[in-house]
């Protein structure tokens, strides 16, 4: 088989490799947005603008480096093949080869550029904050979220629903709260992260978004959800003993129901004046049932 048989046969099986495994992925994924799901390939369905632009780049670099281990693996078997000692009982003397050792050195190059550009492009626009239509601030404690809306001067704390209530009210175990962040959808929000102790991570895997909460410091990211639904994530850094219990639960509404949920929350999560939070109970269920 020659060197043009075998280059031909590789890159066949990369298109259908390609096109087996996308349809798949994304009939596997599609079902269910905001959370991970059973033999689930490839990321989560893309929320906000940040995301389809990481799922974009994640394809694009499965595609490279699918057509380099398939084009090594090509030349490994080739030269197994065309040079083992049974075919050659002579060893050939050649230790050099300008043409190849240019070959291998150039074209590496041209693949990291190829990766670099749209990669320095998405670091940009991940981290670039646009004019932001509202905040919220993300304060990560041992071992919950606090949350506040500084526009509208509210606050509560987040945590973890049990096992038995989560699975109750038809929500994912380990990924359900008591207080879901609510937002508009179609709106940029600005998200500051910060931390009371010690060092956590606030993430959500549809958002694109994983921001480390550093004590002291005063981090910031955004997002724009793009449809309704309830999104979820977890605390991303091992923060302690409790670190598996820290998730993260947003609500993206249309902004007439996140209205609605506003004139609720701004009573039951009013701050007083000495700064601290009054109890709050789940205002949500009866945003949505306005």
Not at 196 to 215: E, L, Q, R, T
Request: hydrophobic fraction near 50%.
């Amino acid at each position: 088989m020659s060197l043009r048989n075998i280059l031909a046969a590789t890159m066949a099986s990369i298109m259908a490799i390609v096109a087996l495994v996308v349809p798949v992925a994304g009939a596997l994924a599609a079902p269910i947005k905001g959370q991970p799901v059973p033999w689930q390939i490839g990321l989560q369905p893309a929320a906000t603008p940040v995301m389809a632009e990481m799922n974009a780049f994640h394809n694009m670099l499965l595609v490279i480096i699918t057509a380099i281990a398939l084009f090594v693996l090509a030349l490994m078997i080739y030269v197994m093949v065309r040079f083992n000692a049974k075919r050659n009982p002579v060893p050939t003397t050649n230790t050099h080869n300008t043409m190849l050792e240019v070959l291998w050195t150039v074209i590496p190059i041209i693949i990291l550029v190829v990766i670099a550009v749209p990669s320095f492009r998405l670091l940009y626009y991940q981290d670039t904050v646009p004019e932001a239509d509202m905040t919220i601030k993300a304060i990560g404690q041992s071992w919950q979220w606090e949350y506040e809306y500084p526009d509208e001067g509210l606050s509560f704390t987040s945590f973890m629903l049990d096992r038995e209530d989560a699975i109750a009210a038809g929500e994912p175990a380990l990924l359900a709260v008591d207080e879901k962040v609510v937002v508009p959808v179609g709106k940029i929000i600005r998200l500051q992260i910060t931390s009371d102790d010690v060092i956590h991570s606030w993430a959500v895997p549809a958002f694109g978004v994983k921001m480390d909460a550093v004590p002291g410091r005063l981090n910031e990211t955004w997002f724009l959800v793009e449809e309704p639904g309830i999104y979820y994530g977890q605390c991303s850094e091992l923060c302690g003993q409790n670190h598996a219990f820290m998730p993260i639960a947003v609500e993206a509404m249309l902004p007439e129901d996140y209205e609605a949920w506003l004139v609720i929350a701004r009573e039951q999560y009013a701050r007083r004046d000495d700064d601290s939070a009054i109890d709050a109970v789940q205002v949500t269920a009866a945003a949505e049932a306005r």
